[in-house]
């Protein structure tokens, strides 16, 4: 009866270890990147009444006797099985699709999370919201280039920085009236042409458009390009006039359907124009593909061009897949500054938990494999979502029906050995 009562008393403290694990995970059933554990119970040793006997010639083998004495904890373990996606809309919320973890310090330690909410912090590091610990990855060189072999290091982003863009190169597009005058009694040699040139200009034959475009400050100027028809009436000449310091000139050919076919530079490759006070000029190279030139009226205009204006940093973003962070400046700007690291373990359920969804390296995850995201392993970053708990509600109800069953029954063992051990006191009386 003994016996009885002790296996009993070991089976209602596992049950309770098991309500313990599943309140745990239904407490948990709403935290971002929580992973659920679960429980595997063991078999006690067993106890020999008899080792039983081989066969022996007419007479056939007796099996073992044995009495088992219970039941004990096999291991505890987090279930690292994908969380659902949950949309934020925040740009600096970030989750994992399959396997990996973000990696954090506070300095003195290194940990391990799933949890992507990520803010920059009054000094400008890229931290976790909840716990204030800087996440790790790698910043982008001055040449631009991300070296993902150095070790990983805190991120540091300035929100103060201002930007912008020189152009380089501008295109217009449109048409240019065939029937602008072509009298020959017009023709006369244009003295601003270089000597090399084989046609001459006509004489207020000539059409204007400007564009805008930024030096390395970000100040805006607009330059002047005149189209004037040449004694060739398939070729015009091209030129920046104004200002009147601009230099760059040439030709542009069509064919005989309108069509564009060659743009030549005589003067000016590419083309410069004066700067603002401190800024670099500005060189400029013309783009004029989409110019026509058909029977109808002149429609010349500018269509693009890659310089920008100063702008400020307006948003922090995060890429999607790659885990590439970039600046997103007012002016339409995205620049490159890091990229996130991600570590892969061998054997994730060795961890250690630490609280805050956070985890340590323990004596059997192996050591962490850190990289980029999408690679050896590590799954890919989504921007704008969270991984919600991947705790089965459902599961964990039916596991606490069976734990409070569990624990019930042996609680019915150590009443019936106490009833049995009464009887037995009984037989004195």
Known sequence: MIRSMFTAIGALNLNQTWLDV????????????????????????????????????????INPTE???????????????????????RSTDLAIQGN??????????????????????????????????????????????????????????????TVARETTSASLGGNLDSGLSLAVDAVADD???PADESVAAVPGAYKETTIAVYDSLG?????????????????????VTEPTTATGSGT???????????????????????????AENIELTFDFTGLTMLSTETTIAPKNQNGLAAGSVSELYGAPNTGELYLVYSNGLKQKIGQLALAHFTNPSGMLRTGSNCYKIGLNSGDPQIGTANTGGRGAITS??????????????????????????SSRVISTSDQILQELVNLKQ
Do not use: C
Not at 124 to 141: F, H, P
Not at 231 to 238: K, V
Not at 384 to 409: C, H, K, P, W
């Open 191 to 193: 003295p601003a042409t």
């Open 219 to 239: 100040e805006a100027h607009t330059p002047t390009i005149r189209f004037t028809r040449t004694s060739d009436p398939m070729i015009w000449r091209w030129e």
């Open 100 to 161: 990996g973890f973000f990696v954090y310090t506070n300095s003195q330690e290194t940990f391990y999370s799933r949890e992507g909410s990520l803010e920059i912090d009054a000094d400008g590091y890229l931290v976790n919201n909840s716990t204030g610990m800087r996440i790790m990855g790698w910043m982008t060189a001055a040449d631009g280039s991300i070296d993902t072999n150095a070790p990983v290091d805190t991120m540091r982003i300035s929100l103060d920085a």
């Open 22 to 61: 599943i309140s745990d995970n239904l407490a948990n059933s709403t935290t971002t990147g929580f992973k659920a554990s679960r429980v595997i119970f063991q078999d006690q040793f067993a106890q020999i009444m008899s080792s039983g006997a081989a066969p022996i010639g007419e007479i056939g083998g």
């Open 252 to 278: 542009v050919e069509f064919d005989s359907d309108g069509r564009w076919v060659e743009t030549l530079t005589t003067l000016g490759d590419p083309a410069v124009l004066l700067g603002s006070p401190g």
């Open 67 to 89: 009495v088992g004495l219970g039941v004990r904890l096999g291991y505890v373990s987090p279930l690292f099985t994908q969380g659902m996606m949950q949309a934020t809309g």
């Open 384 to 409: 704008g979502y969270l991984e919600a708990s991947n705790v089965d509600m459902a599961q964990e109800f039916t596991n606490m029906i069976l734990a409070q069953r569990g624990f019930q029954a």
